[in-house]
């Protein structure tokens, strides 16, 4: 049980580390989803790859950098950074927008979402 205390001595340690890894990543998932050419995909399956492991990424780096966040503060920021992107690539003559995509995104949130949960319930109950 002292696991979960070590490990968020750690995420209280490096916060100031996980915040700049955060911007960046946001900025890069940025910068790729709304650049008029799109990532090179050789099969279909790697779009809703990028699109839920960077959102997944941006949940539990958003969680480790700003972990007063509230579940629903941070669900909602994330989904409106998946939606902006979309909208964006509509935009673009030679990006399109796709279902599967907001779908990848919602995907990637929950699963981080969930992750943090349990990982706030294992220090709850370590500390009750």
Excluded: C
């Excluded at 990424?57 to 950098?65: D, E, P, R, V």
């Excluded at 972990?67 to 399109?96: D, F, I, Y």
């Excluded at 706030?120 to 109950?125: A, N, S």
């Amino acid at each position: 049980m002292l696991m979960w205390r070590k490990l968020e001595h750690y995420r209280r340690a490096w916060r100031p580390l996980f915040i700049s890894v955060f911007f960046a990543l946001l900025a890069l998932g940025l910068y790729l989803g709304m650049r008029p050419t799109p990532p090179p995909a050789a099969y279909s399956w790697q779009a809703s790859f990028y699109h839920g492991g960077g959102i997944f990424a941006l949940t539990l780096l958003s969680f480790l950098a700003f972990a007063r966040w509230p579940w629903w503060l941070r669900a909602v920021l994330l989904t409106l950074v998946g939606v902006a992107v979309e909208m964006v690539q509509a935009l673009h003559p030679t990006r399109t927008t796709d279902w599967h995509d907001i779908v990848a995104n919602s995907t990637g949130l929950v699963i981080g979402l969930l992750l943090i949960g349990g990982y706030q319930y294992m220090l709850r109950r370590q500390t009750a």
